[in-house]
């Protein structure tokens, strides 16, 4: 399932929890496409907090709590960790990371905890959903293979990546446009791990957030900065990104895009690709100002320059998931779309 589709689905079971009919859900995927990162963002979307247990470093007992004797009985103290209305809040995510990391005597305790939502005489407050997420047992890491009365107890999606959903987070965070540019350029290398020669360093969507981050850190250090890349996203990966930001010198004038001065579109596809990404960010900064609907309208008339029509839709299309509906008020918008109604792309 697509990132986007995923998030849909995490977003309407939390909402269930408070409505009494959550079902528990386990996410599957291989390392680094974003898994923790989604069940993240749901929590900050409605402002509730993330209990983040990691059952690999557990035993046993630590879920149930440490005895004591009162009277004549026995009776557990409830861990601290666990989630608590008057501690953590009425609402909030118990995320069970890395679930498939541990041990099938670990995760047997977990068991009454994610389908009755209890231990012993410990309940999780009601507007409390509950995630797991892990690694499929050919990714290469620790894992284990999940129990049959444990997985029953889930409903399970399996997280695929997706370059267009990609894309726009990358957007939405401010990930530098020249590896958006690259990433349109070469989108097989979004993620690229072969679990049967278990790299060290390997192109994922955390990888490549590594990257946005060495691009800018070591951007004055020519020397450094391909090594750094290669460090991020693997040797290959990161020959061919040094290589295409060191071409990005002959990519032309953006700004004066935006101001609506003419501006040939550059013949190399990388450059193509670069510029689209380039505006795209132009019109993100934009958006808060009086001139986003004339910036936008200048950035359409450009798409329409394009040899190749797709890259102009790829460029319309990033730019309505980066600023939304508003895309639709520019009056160059209606004359573009029907002059490229047949190769359209993009969903509205």
């Known amino acids: 399932m697509r990132p986007s589709q995923l998030m849909t689905v995490l977003e309407r079971e939390f909402v269930s929890a408070e409505e009494g009919h959550h079902t528990p859900v386990m996410v599957w995927g291989p390392p680094g496409v974003g898994k923790s990162q989604m069940i993240t963002q749901i929590a900050e979307k409605h402002s509730v907090p993330v209990i983040d247990i990691r059952l690999s470093q557990m035993e046993p007992s630590d879920l149930r709590g440490i005895p004591f004797r009162v009277g004549d009985f026995v009776e557990w103290s409830i861990p601290a960790i666990l989630p608590n209305a008057e501690r953590h809040g009425t609402a909030g995510i118990l ?3 890395e679930i498939t990391s541990a041990p099938p005597s670990v995760s047997a305790a977990a068991y009454q905890l994610i389908l009755d939502r209890r231990l012993g005489e410990y309940r999780v407050p009601d507007g409390w959903a509950i995630f797991a997420a892990g690694n499929r047992q050919g990714d290469r890491g620790v894992t284990y293979t999940m129990p049959a ?3 029953n107890r889930f409903s399970h999606f399996e997280l695929d990546v997706n370059l267009d959903d990609w894309v726009a987070w990358a957007y939405a965070h401010g990930i530098d446009e020249r590896l958006i540019a690259f990433l349109r350029f070469r989108p097989e290398l979004l993620f690229d791990f072969d679990p049967a020669h278990n790299p060290v360093a390997f192109p994922s969507p955390r990888s490549w957030e590594f990257a946005h981050r060495a691009l800018h850190k070591f951007a004055g250090q020519p020397r450094l900065l391909v ?5 991020c996203v ?16 002959k990519l032309p004038d953006v700004d004066a895009i935006v101001r609506g001065e003419t501006v040939p579109v550059p013949k190399e596809t990388d450059l193509q690709y670069a510029v689209a990404s380039a505006l795209v960010g132009r019109a993100i900064r934009y958006r808060e100002t009086g001139e986003a609907q004339e910036v936008y309208g200048r950035i359409i008339d450009y798409a329409g320059q394009f040899p190749d029509r797709e890259m ?3 460029l319309v299309s990033d730019m309505h998931r980066a600023i939304g509906q508003e895309l639709f008020n520019v009056p160059q918008f209606s004359s573009w779309a029907k002059a490229v109604a047949d190769v359209m792309l993009y969903d509205v």
């Open 95 to 97: 995320f069970l990371d």
């Open 149 to 151: 009365p444990l997985a």
């Open 227 to 231: 090594e750094t890349l290669q460090a």
């Open 234 to 249: 693997g040797p290959s990966a990161g020959i061919e990104l040094g290589a295409f930001v060191d071409n990005l010198d």
């Open 312 to 314: 102009g839709v790829m």
